[in-house]
C-alpha cells in the first residue's frame, strides 16, 4: 500500500471537515433540538451542535498545526472555523470528553504501577504555585518535598525505585477521557489573535480566557490572581534521590502575566502545554511546531547519534511490520518524504520550524 504525502492528507482532512461541518449543521438548523442516536453517542448524547462545535474547534487545531507551511491557508481555515454560525468549543459543557467503562490511565498508573508524573511540568507547575498540581497529580513520598516528578530518559534501576515521585492523579471513578477542553481552544484562538488573524477578540484576553477555563474546569478559584502574577518562574528540578541525582536547572524564566515583551507566544504555549494536561501526543506536537514550552533534555540519548545531545525526537520510526509485509512502498516513501532515512530525527512535513 502506498503512502500519501502529508500536505495533501491534511487538506484532504480539512475538506472531510468542512464536509461534515456543512451536513450537520444543516441538520441542527432544520430540525432545532432533536438528538438522534443519544443513547449510543459516548461524547455528546447526540447533540449535533456540540459536534459542529468540535470540529471547528478540530479544525482550529489543524490550521494552528500548519501555520508554518502553509501559513495563508492555515489562516484561512482557522478563521472558518471560529466564524462560523455555531462556532468552536467555549464552555465546559462543550469540551471533549469521552465516557469509558474504564480509566485507561489510571490502569496505567495504578494497577501496573507503571507511570510517574514527568519532572518537566511537575517543575514548571511547582514555580508557579499552580493549584491544578493538586488534580493532576498525587503527591511524591519524599519528605517535605510532595511535588518531584521523574526526568525523562533516566535508567531506572527498579520498578519500586520510581514510585516515590508524583504519579498522574486519574481515579479509577473518573470515567471520562478527554479529547478537547475549551482551555485549549482559547489558547488556539491567542495564538491566532497574536497572528494577526480574526479570532474575535485580542491575544490577551484569550491567554486569560484560557487560564480561566482550565480553573473552572477543575473548579478551582484564584485564576484572575495566577494570570496577573508577574514574579513566579518555573522551578529548578532539585531531584532529592541522593544514590541517582538528576537535578537540572529550569529552561526558561518566563512569567505568567501577559506582557509585550516578545515572549508572547512562550507564554500561551506554556499555559497552553499546561491546561491540556494530559494530552501527551498534541503536547508533544506542539513542543516540535514552536520549541514551547522548554523541558528538560533527555537525561540519556539513546537514538545512536541520530539526534544531537539534548534534541527532541521529532517522529516514531515506520514498525518493523512496515518493512517486513510493506517493504517497496516504504522504501519509496523514505525516499520521497524523509530524504532517505527513516529515524526520529527527521521532521514531519508540518515540523518546519
Not at 535508567?155 to 519500586?160: E, G, I, L, M
Not at 526558561?252 to 501577559?258: A, E, P, S
Not at 501526543?281 to 545531545?309: C, D, H, M
Not at 517486513?324 to 525516499?335: H, P, S, T
Request: glycine content about 6%; proline content about 6%; hydrophobic content about 35%.
Amino acid at each position: 500500500m502506498a503512502y500519501d504525502p502529508q500536505d495533501q492528507l491534511y487538506k484532504r482532512l480539512f475538506d472531510d471537515l468542512d464536509d461534515v461541518i456543512d451536513e450537520l449543521t444543516n441538520f441542527v438548523q432544520s430540525n432545532p433540538g432533536l438528538k438522534p442516536m443519544e443513547r449510543y453517542d459516548l461524547v455528546y448524547a447526540g447533540d449535533y451542535a456540540k459536534w459542529v462545535k468540535f470540529a471547528n474547534s478540530l479544525k482550529l487545531r489543524m490550521a494552528m498545526r500548519i501555520v508554518n507551511v502553509e501559513p495563508g491557508y492555515a489562516q484561512q481555515k482557522a478563521e472558518q472555523a471560529v466564524s462560523h454560525p455555531l462556532g468552536v468549543i467555549e464552555t465546559q459543557d462543550e469540551s471533549a470528553f469521552i465516557s469509558l467503562k474504564q480509566n485507561p490511565i489510571y490502569v496505567c498508573w495504578n494497577p501496573y504501577s507503571d507511570t510517574r508524573a514527568a519532572a518537566d511540568i511537575v517543575s514548571y507547575m511547582k514555580g508557579y504555585n499552580d493549584p491544578r498540581m493538586e488534580k493532576y497529580f498525587t503527591a511524591s513520598t519524599f519528605k517535605g518535598n510532595p511535588w518531584v516528578g521523574l526526568r525523562s530518559g533516566i535508567t531506572v534501576p527498579k520498578k519500586d525505585w520510581a514510585l516515590a515521585y508524583a504519579a498522574p492523579n486519574f481515579p479509577a471513578s473518573d470515567l471520562s477521557l478527554m479529547w478537547m477542553n475549551a482551555a485549549e481552544v482559547s489558547f488556539l484562538r491567542a495564538e491566532g489573535a497574536w497572528r494577526g488573524w480574526a479570532m474575535g477578540g485580542t491575544p490577551e484576553f484569550f491567554y486569560k480566557q484560557g487560564i480561566e477555563r482550565s480553573f473552572e474546569q477543575y473548579g478551582l478559584p484564584g485564576a484572575d490572581d495566577y494570570a496577573n502574577d508577574s514574579t513566579l518562574k518555573p522551578a529548578d528540578y532539585a531531584d532529592p534521590n541522593k544514590d541517582y541525582s538528576y537535578s537540572i536547572k529550569a529552561r526558561t524564566d518566563v512569567t505568567i502575566k501577559w506582557a509585550e515583551d516578545g515572549r508572547e507566544l512562550e507564554r500561551i504555549m506554556t499555559q497552553k502545554w499546561i491546561a491540556i494536561y494530559p494530552l501527551g501526543q498534541e503536547a508533544w506536537s506542539e513542543i516540535r511546531r514552536t520549541g514551547y514550552p522548554k523541558v528538560f533534555p533527555s537525561q540519556t540519548n539513546r537514538s545512536g547519534g541520530v539526534l544531537p545531545s539534548g534534541a527532541t525526537i521529532r517522529r516514531v520510526p515506520l514498525p518493523q511490520q512496515e518493512y517486513d509485509g510493506n517493504a517497496e512502498q516504504v522504501a519509496k516513501a523514505v525516499n520521497e518524504f524523509l530524504g532517505g532515512s527513516d529515524n526520529c530525527a527527521q521532521k514531519l512535513w508540518w515540523d518546519a520550524k
